[in-house]
């Protein structure tokens, strides 16, 4: 109980020091927003090549720590997933 009171008072401190600054939730909002827009944007791009990839036989996962290593990196990242994949399937 006191760890999750301590919790609550810490994400409150937070908050409100993020808060007394008007520009610095604008910031938070637009990084929030922009992370939302490359993990949704990331997770349709895995899920097309899935989908696509499918009638090969080829299965490309479409888990969590894909789909940030696509919204991190964006195209590089989508062909590390898809050579990964390939060795995964072609030679093991």
Do not use: D
């Not at 929030?32 to 349709?44: G, K």
């Amino acid at each position: 109980m006191a760890k999750l009171v301590i919790s609550l008072i810490g994400i409150l401190f937070v908050f409100y020091w993020v808060l007394r600054k008007p520009k610095g939730i604008r910031k938070i909002l637009e990084l929030f927003s922009s992370v939302a827009f490359r993990i949704t944007l990331s997770f349709c791009v895995l899920y097309a090549l899935s989908y696509g990839a499918g009638y090969l036989g080829v299965w490309i996962p479409l888990n969590f720590a894909s789909i940030l290593i696509v919204a991190l990196l964006g195209m590089p990242g989508v062909v590390l997933v898809v050579c990964l994949t390939g060795f995964n399937h072609f030679f093991l």
